[in-house]
């Protein structure tokens, strides 16, 4: 199996998710603002995110791939899925009751 384009589609995808709203952009510009803080600033704050999403990112591959070597590819696709499902109810209905 060739996966040569994997690496490319990856950092494509990366950079496209870092556009996207959430990731505390907001927050962390009323931070900067608020607080008078400079340019390297900033970057340090900018390359700290960085950091910790690629290591969390890291950390989920390593895991899921020793679970797959562990649990059988169904049976963890199910389970995923499940979890998933279920934390989207759960955010779905916590935004109800607030």
Request: hydrophobic share 50%.
């Amino acid at each position: 199996m060739d996966l040569s384009y994997t690496f490319p589609i990856v950092l494509g995808l990366g950079a496209l998710h870092s556009l996207e709203p959430g990731h505390g952009k907001g927050l962390i510009t009323a931070y900067l603002v608020s607080t008078g803080a400079k340019v390297k600033d900033a970057v340090m704050i900018g390359l700290v995110s960085a950091l910790a999403h690629t290591l969390s990112i890291v950390l989920l591959v390593i895991s899921t791939s020793s679970a797959l070597k562990v649990i059988m590819p169904q049976n963890l696709t199910y389970w995923i899925q499940l979890l998933s499902g279920v934390g989207v109810i759960y955010i779905g209905l916590d935004m109800i009751v607030k």
